[in-house]
Antibody
Framework: EVQLLESGGGLVQPGGSLRLSCAAS????????MSWVRQAPGKGLEWVSS????????DYPDSVKGRFIISRDNSKNTLYLEMNSLRAEDTATYYC?????????????WGQGTTVTVSS | DIQLTQSPSFLSASVGDRVTITCRAS??????LAWYQQKAGKAPKFLIY???TLQSGVPSRFSGSGSGTEFTLTISSLQPEDFATYYC?????????FGQGTRLEIK
């Protein structure tokens, strides 16, 4: 069974840092681009970052560029999101998602999400 | 950035109804559009890609159409499990963007 399991969420003060992890199983992780998508409470979906199969290419929206870093360890089948200089508006449930091999950006498998709360 | 505007934002319908959700892009995106379904407290579920291609396992009552700037998601006969929020997503260019969502509720 294809599975993604996020961890690392929690309560952090403004300006703080947090690292999210996403453990993948049931598919060939190194063959797939991966993404992070977040959802603030009661709001819609917001793309946060994507990384290609070998980790050599990453993308971010302006809202997190320079603060968040996406990375992956294909030997551990794990995706990461390092979040720095956190702000209240980063409070959200963060989902990792596997991208469809032939359709970059299409996310066919999602984790259950991990919640990040930025508050003093 | 490419903006996606869904209409309506809220839709009330009955089991058995046919419903259509529209997604308009601020500029042409060819067929680089996907649709997702999200139920309360759950992760999104991938429904359709390339504007009209149904993901494996998705019931055939779901269909998508459109290209360029206007797209539709149609559910031909609503079932109780279809009441959820639906999002469109453009893949034409980064940053990837989503529509604001359409909440489909039982009348």
């Amino acid at each position: 069974e294809v599975q993604l399991l996020e961890s690392g969420g929690g309560l952090v003060q403004p300006g703080g840092s947090l690292r999210l992890s996403c453990a993948a199983s049931g598919f060939t992780f190194s063959n797939c681009a991966m993404s992070w998508v977040r959802q603030a409470p009661g709001k819609g979906l917001e793309w946060v970052s994507s990384i290609n199969r070998n980790g050599g290419n990453t993308d971010y929206p302006d809202s997190v560029k320079g603060r968040f870093i996406i990375s992956r360890d294909n030997s551990k089948n794990t995706l990461y999101l390092e979040m720095n200089s956190l702000r209240a508006e980063d409070t959200a449930t963060y989902y990792c998602a596997k991208e469809v091999v032939a359709w970059v950006g299409c996310m066919d498998v999602w984790g259950q999400g991990t919640t990040v709360t930025v508050s003093s | 950035d490419i903006q996606l505007t869904q209409s309506p934002s809220f839709l009330s319908a009955s089991v058995g109804d046919r419903v259509t959700i529209t997604c308009r892009a601020s500029q042409g995106i060819s067929s680089y559009l996907a649709w997702y379904q999200q139920k309360a407290g759950k992760a999104p579920k991938f429904l359709i890609y390339a504007a009209s291609t149904l993901q494996s396992g998705v019931p055939s009552r779901f269909s998508g159409s459109g290209s360029g700037t206007e797209f539709t998601l149609t559910i031909s006969s609503l079932q109780p499990e279809d009441f959820a929020t639906y999002y469109c997503q453009q893949l034409n260019s980064y940053p990837i963007t989503f529509g604001q969502g359409t909440r489909l509720e039982i009348k």
